[in-house]
């Protein structure tokens, strides 16, 4: 069943995180849906401009309404990631999304609202919820790159001007985060003290961090020994800190990356002992289990494992 994140995040705020998770292609999907039906728990799929242009909007679309039928007991969210205002339209007005993300984070303070606030009204009169950006992160996102010194932090303050002025759904925030493999050095991690100086302002209200892959030691490793060439000082957010993380308000947590490691490891291990093989389906097969693993042990780490029914009874309108 779609559901919008608003739905999903009125019963998780506070318990538990919900997994996002960027789509491309059909075993992308099918080792999605499995891993959350062994977890039972709710999940959000995300598309990017990118992933458009690659699959193509329909193919993805009958992709996610085939997946929905071969998994009927599955609820989730089917989400624009880092949208422009041109494509958050196509998204509302195709019916199909039922939430979009409005990124003008790159614009100043002002354009910024004024462009979230008329997706919002676009949106809300359809039923489609919202998420918006306030800050920036670091790395590669979309075609926009942006350096580590000009990353800057959601400044609490705004972040309420911001949500109480646009009437978004949720936000995300740039709280030390970054896309991609290589997001920290040294001791850097995420800035706990400043979520929860975001919370303090803005109580009950959604956050979502970006850039939370995990990007394991173990997963680099194999892939540079099966012929990768990734920087084996690459280190993402510990999974652990989700839990932290949560009760300071964060709701939804942003991964694609380490579906790519995991992608990226299958294949190369796959045709580095079977240089003989030449049938798809043998790598493609491995992958879809070790993406459903993938996708039950994140759950855990999010704290979203077995909540599926708790889910289903409150959009059933009962208590939790
Ligand atoms: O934040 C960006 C996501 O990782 C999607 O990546 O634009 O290459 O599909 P993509
Ligand atoms: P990662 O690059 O850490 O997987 O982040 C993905 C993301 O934020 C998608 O919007
Ligand atoms: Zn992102």
């Not at 790519?260 to 992958?287: A, C, I, S, T, Y």
Request: aromatic content about 8%; glycine content about 8%.
């Amino acid at each position: 069943m779609i559901v919008t994140t608003a739905d999903l995040f009125k019963v998780a705020y506070g318990k538990f995180a919900v997994g996002a998770y960027n789509i491309n292609n059909m075993e992308q999907a099918l080792g999605l849906f499995e891993g959350h039906a062994r977890a039972e728990a709710p999940f959000i799929i995300q598309i990017s401009r990118g992933a458009r242009a690659y699959a193509g909007v329909k193919m993805l679309e009958n992709i996610i309404k085939a997946a929905e039928e071969m998994y009927p007991d599955a609820i989730f969210a089917v989400h624009l990631d880092h949208g422009t205002e041109e494509v958050c339209y196509e998204c509302i007005d195709s019916g199909f999304y039922s939430s979009v993300m409005i990124d003008a984070s790159h614009e100043p303070f002002e354009e910024n609202i004024a462009i979230t606030r008329r997706v919002v009204e676009r949106a809300h009169a359809k039923g489609v919820s919202v998420e918006a950006e306030l800050g920036m992160l670091g790395g590669v996102e979309e075609d926009i790159e942006v350096d580590e010194k000009h990353a800057m932090l959601t400044d609490p303050d705004e972040a309420k001007e911001f949500v109480e002025r646009t009437g978004c759904d949720s936000l995300a925030v740039a709280i030390g985060t970054s896309h991609g493999a290589y997001k920290f050095k040294g001791k850097q991690g995420l800035h706990f003290d400043r979520i929860a100086a975001i919370q303090e302002r803005l109580p009950g209200f959604p956050l979502v961090m970006h850039g939370s892959s995990s990007v394991p030691r173990e997963e680099v490793e194999r892939i540079n020994a099966a012929g990768g060439k990734l920087d084996p000082s690459a280190r993402g957010v510990d999974a652990n800190e989700f839990a932290k993380a949560i009760p300071l308000g964060v709701t939804k947590v942003n991964i694609d990356t380490d579906g790519r490691l995991v992608w990226m490891r299958v294949h190369r291990e796959h045709f580095r002992d079977h240089p003989e093989n030449f049938d798809f389906r043998k790598p493609g097969k491995v992958f879809i289990e070790e993406y459903a693993k993938f996708i039950e042990h994140k759950s855990e780490k999010l704290l979203s494992k077995g909540k599926l029914e708790m889910v289903r009874q409150a959009l059933a309108g009962q208590a939790v």
